[in-house]
C-alpha cells in the first residue's frame, strides 16, 4: 500500500509503533507467526521472517500490558531451550509472555535443519506433545518462592523447591531443573492453531488459546463445539480452551470507504504471487490449473504431508461453498487467507464480532490487520469505542 | 552486598540500568556470559542465569549505541536458529549485535540437553567450527543489496542476491538461504574464551574478540604474542583479533576506600560456597584436601573433560606462582575469579590497563564489576575520566 514501508520488518520503530498502537487501543496481546524458510511465493515475492522471540523481548521493554505471543516450533528446537526462553520473556514483561506452539510443516524448513523432509503430521504432533510436556514439568521445576535470596543468612535459592524433571519422553530427554526461576504466570500462555485431528486432540489437552481459521458462521459454531467437548473429555473446564477464529478487518468511516480500501488492497495483489501462495498453501501446481474453472476436487488428499490440513480444508471449503472458480479463490486468499473478512464501519464490524460470540463461534478474536500499523490504528478508531460501548472489550 | 537487590537477575528495570550506565560511561558493548544449567555452587548456593538473546533483544530497544555481545552454546542449537538469532538482534539494534561463542563443558548442561555427557573437548570444538562455518555461510547468504523493496514494480526481494547454503559439514547440515537479511555490519562481532590449543586455533581463525583469563603481565604477553601468530599464520592482519583480557576492578576515590570495599565485598564470600565453585572449576573434590596447604599437583590433568581447561590452567597458574594455599587461592576466586583484579583509584586502575596495553598484553579489556550497576558507575566516575584524559577511550 502507498502508506507501507516496504522496509520495516527489519526495524525496530516499526515493530514498536505497532506494539504500542495495539497496547493503547487496548488489544490483550501480540501474536508473531513464524516461519524457519524464505517463504516461497513466486521467485521474485519471497519474503524474509524475523525471529518472533528476538521482537518479542524488545517490545517486552517499550510496552507495559500487552501480552507477548511468540511463535516457536517443537520440531527444531529443545524443550530446555524453548522453557527457558519463554520464562526469560515472561519474566522480563511481567508475566506476559505467550506460545504459539508450531510443528512446521513445509520441506524448507527442514532442509535448513539438516533434514530431508518434514516428519510425517502424526509424528510431528507427537513430537509437539512430548516437547511440550517436557516444557510444563520445567517451568514447574521451581515453586513460585524457591528464590529466598536473603541478604542476611547468604541463602539464594532454596534447593528443597526446585526440582529435577528426568523428562524421558519418546522424542526428547531432559534432566532440569530449569535454571530460571518459575515464571511470574507460572507458565506463559500457549496457543496453538492445528485444526486436524491430531492438532484438535492436541490443543484440547494443553492450549490456552486456540486460533483458527474459519470464514462461515456454521463451520464456526461446529468447530467450536467441537473443541470444547474435547476439552471437557480431557478433563478440563472449557471455558479454559478460548476459540480465537482470526478476522481481517477492514475499517473505515463508511462502509464505501472501506469497500475502496478493501479494492485498492487487492488491485496490489500480483497474479503470479496468488498462484504461487496458493500453491504452497494447496501442496498442488495451481500454474497448471484453467483459472477461470472450478478448483479441482481431491486436493484435500493429494496435499498430505507437506501442507497444513486445516488450510487446505478451509479454502477447498470456501471453493466449493462459494462455487468460486481457482481465480475467485486466488482473490479470497489475497484479502484474507481464508479467515473471515469484515468490511465496514466500526459498527458494522462489531456486528460480525458480537454475532459470531452471541453464537457460540468465538470467545475472542486473532485480528489479523491486512496492512501494519495502519489497519490496528482504523481497528482502535472505528472498531474499539463500538466494541468497548457494547461491552465487549476486556476490562 | 548492601546495596545489591538480590532479586534483580529476572528484573528488566535492573538490566536496563546496568545497560544504560554502561552506555552512558563510554563502553563499547556489554557481554554477558552463560551457563545451561543452574549453576551448581554448595547446594544454598545454585544460581539462575537469564538467556542472554532475550536479555540482549530487550536492550537493544532501550540503548542506541552500546555492543550487545551475547553468549550461546554451539553444542545444544542448531547453526540455521543462531545465524537468525544473531542476524535479528543485529537488526533491531543497528548493527551492534555480538555474539559469544561457547562450546559448554559442563556435564549438568549435556543432561538437560538429553546426552548423558559432553562430547569431548576436540569434538565440541570441531562441531563449534562446523556450526561457525554453518552460520558465516548463511549471514553471506544474502547481498546487501537484496531487498529491493520497490513498491512500484511490487519487487520486494531479488533472488538472483540471495543464495542457497548447501552446508554439509561433519556436525551440521543446512540448506539456507537465512530467512532474515544480510545483517548490518555483514554478521555480528565474534568473540571466543577458549585458551586451550583446540580454542586458541578456533579463535584465531574465525574470532574478532578473545576474552581471556589472565592475572599475570608475563603470561598475558605470552598468550598475546601466541594469539597474534596465529593469526597471521591463518591469513589474518593480526589487528583484526581484538585480545580481551578480563580486569576485575574495585575503584574508589582513595586506594584505602577501593581496598576497603574490596575487604567488604570479601567478607561475603562463603566458604562452602568458594570451595563448591572451586571444585567446580577444577573439577577435583577441593573438600577433600587440607585447605591449608598447597593446591596439589597434577590437577590439570586430572580435570580432563568436564572442565574449562584454561580456568583450570590459570588457577592453577595463580596457586603456583604465589605460592598460595588451597584457602588463599580460594579468596582469590572469590573477589576475581582469577582475573587480572586491579584496586585503587581511577588513575591507579589507569596505570594497570595502559601498563597492559603498553606492554602488548591486550587490545582492550572486559571490564568484570563485581557488583552490578555499582562497579559500573564506580568505573564510569572514577576510572573513565582518567582513560579519557590519557586518550585510551575509542572516539
Given at each position: 500500500m502507498p502508506e507501507s514501508d516496504p522496509r520495516a520488518v527489519t526495524k525496530l520503530p516499526f515493530w514498536v509503533d505497532v506494539a504500542q498502537r495495539a497496547e493503547a487501543a487496548g488489544f490483550d496481546g501480540l501474536f508473531l507467526g513464524d516461519v524457519l524458510t524464505l517463504q516461497a511465493g513466486a521467485d521474485k515475492h519471497l519474503s524474509d521472517a524475523m525471529d518472533p522471540i528476538v521482537i518479542m523481548s524488545a517490545l517486552a521493554a517499550v510496552t507495559s500490558r500487552i501480552g507477548l505471543i511468540a511463535t516457536a516450533s517443537t520440531s527444531f528446537d529443545h524443550?530446555?531451550?524453548?522453557?527457558?526462553?519463554?520464562?526469560?520473556?515472561?519474566?522480563?514483561?511481567?508475566?506476559?509472555?505467550?506460545?504459539?506452539?508450531?510443528?512446521?510443516?513445509?520441506?524448507?524448513?527442514?532442509?535448513?535443519?539438516?533434514?530431508?523432509?518434514?516428519?510425517?503430521?502424526?509424528?510431528?504432533?507427537?513430537?509437539?506433545?512430548?516437547?511440550?510436556?517436557?516444557c510444563l514439568a520445567l517451568w514447574d521445576s521451581w515453586d513460585a518462592d524457591a528464590k529466598i535470596a536473603d541478604q542476611q543468612s547468604g541463602q539464594y535459592l532454596d534447593p528443597a523447591k526446585i526440582r529435577r524433571v528426568d523428562h524421558q519422553g519418546p522424542y526428547v530427554r531432559t534432566a532440569g531443573p530449569l535454571n530460571v526461576p518459575r515464571p511470574p504466570k507460572g507458565r506463559p500462555v500457549l496457543a496453538q492453531a492445528g485444526s486436524s485431528e491430531a492438532g484438535r486432540a492436541f490443543a484440547a489437552a494443553r492450549a490456552d488459546i486456540v486460533f483458527t481459521v474459519q470464514s462461515g458462521l456454521a463451520e464456526a459454531q461446529a468447530f467450536y463445539r467441537d473443541m470444547k467437548a474435547r476439552a471437557v473429555q480431557a478433563g478440563r473446564n472449557p471455558s479454559e480452551l478460548c476459540i480465537m477464529p482470526g478476522i481481517v478487518p477492514i475499517a473505515a468511516a463508511t462502509k464505501d470507504e472501506a469497500e475502496a480500501r478493501l479494492a485498492e488492497l487487492n488491485s496490489f495483489a500480483v497474479l503470479d504471487h496468488l498462484i504461487a501462495k496458493g500453491s504452497e498453501f494447496l501442496a498442488t501446481d495451481l500454474s497448471k490449473l484453467d483459472?477461470?474453472?472450478?478448483?479441482?476436487?481431491?486436493?484435500?488428499?493429494?496435499?498430505?504431508?507437506?501442507?497444513?490440513?486445516?488450510?487446505?480444508?478451509?479454502?477447498?471449503?470456501?471453493?466449493?461453498?462459494?462455487?468460486?472458480?481457482?481465480?475467485?479463490?486466488?482473490?479470497?486468499?489475497?484479502?484474507?487467507?481464508?479467515?473471515?473478512?469484515?468490511?465496514?464501519?466500526?459498527?458494522?464490524?462489531?456486528?460480525?464480532?458480537?454475532?459470531?460470540?452471541?453464537?457460540?463461534?468465538?470467545?475472542?478474536?486473532?485480528?489479523?490487520?491486512?496492512?501494519?500499523?495502519?489497519?490496528?490504528?482504523?481497528?482502535?478508531?472505528?472498531?474499539?469505542?463500538?466494541?468497548?460501548?457494547?461491552?465487549l472489550t476486556p476490562s
Amino acid at each position: 500500500m502507498p502508506e507501507s514501508d516496504p522496509r520495516a520488518v527489519t526495524k525496530l520503530p516499526f515493530w514498536v509503533d505497532v506494539a504500542q498502537r495495539a497496547e493503547a487501543a487496548g488489544f490483550d496481546g501480540l501474536f508473531l507467526g513464524d516461519v524457519l524458510t524464505l517463504q516461497a511465493g513466486a521467485d521474485k515475492h519471497l519474503s524474509d521472517a524475523m525471529d518472533p522471540i528476538v521482537i518479542m523481548s524488545a517490545l517486552a521493554a517499550v510496552t507495559s500490558r500487552i501480552g507477548l505471543i511468540a511463535t516457536a516450533s517443537t520440531s527444531f528446537d529443545h524443550p530446555f531451550h524453548l522453557a527457558r526462553r519463554f520464562a526469560c520473556l515472561d519474566h522480563i514483561s511481567g508475566g506476559r509472555a505467550g506460545w504459539n506452539i508450531v510443528t512446521s510443516s513445509n520441506a524448507l524448513e527442514a532442509r535448513n535443519f539438516g533434514l530431508d523432509a518434514m516428519p510425517d503430521h502424526a509424528e510431528r504432533y507427537a513430537r509437539a506433545a512430548d516437547a511440550v510436556d517436557a516444557c510444563l514439568a520445567l517451568w514447574d521445576s521451581w515453586d513460585a518462592d524457591a528464590k529466598i535470596a536473603d541478604q542476611q543468612s547468604g541463602q539464594y535459592l532454596d534447593p528443597a523447591k526446585i526440582r529435577r524433571v528426568d523428562h524421558q519422553g519418546p522424542y526428547v530427554r531432559t534432566a532440569g531443573p530449569l535454571n530460571v526461576p518459575r515464571p511470574p504466570k507460572g507458565r506463559p500462555v500457549l496457543a496453538q492453531a492445528g485444526s486436524s485431528e491430531a492438532g484438535r486432540a492436541f490443543a484440547a489437552a494443553r492450549a490456552d488459546i486456540v486460533f483458527t481459521v474459519q470464514s462461515g458462521l456454521a463451520e464456526a459454531q461446529a468447530f467450536y463445539r467441537d473443541m470444547k467437548a474435547r476439552a471437557v473429555q480431557a478433563g478440563r473446564n472449557p471455558s479454559e480452551l478460548c476459540i480465537m477464529p482470526g478476522i481481517v478487518p477492514i475499517a473505515a468511516a463508511t462502509k464505501d470507504e472501506a469497500e475502496a480500501r478493501l479494492a485498492e488492497l487487492n488491485s496490489f495483489a500480483v497474479l503470479d504471487h496468488l498462484i504461487a501462495k496458493g500453491s504452497e498453501f494447496l501442496a498442488t501446481d495451481l500454474s497448471k490449473l484453467d483459472l477461470d474453472a472450478p478448483l479441482p476436487r481431491g486436493l484435500i488428499d493429494q496435499a498430505g504431508n507437506q501442507a497444513s490440513q486445516s488450510r487446505v480444508a478451509v479454502l477447498v471449503g470456501i471453493a466449493e461453498r462459494e462455487k468460486l472458480t481457482v481465480r475467485q479463490l486466488l482473490a479470497r486468499l489475497a484479502s484474507g487467507r481464508g479467515h473471515l473478512l469484515a468490511v465496514g464501519t466500526g459498527a458494522e464490524i462489531a456486528d460480525v464480532m458480537e454475532e459470531w460470540l452471541d453464537a457460540g463461534a468465538a470467545d475472542g478474536f486473532n485480528v489479523m490487520c491486512p496492512v501494519l500499523p495502519g489497519d490496528i490504528q482504523r481497528f482502535a478508531d472505528y472498531v474499539m469505542p463500538v466494541l468497548r460501548e457494547r461491552g465487549l472489550t476486556p476490562s
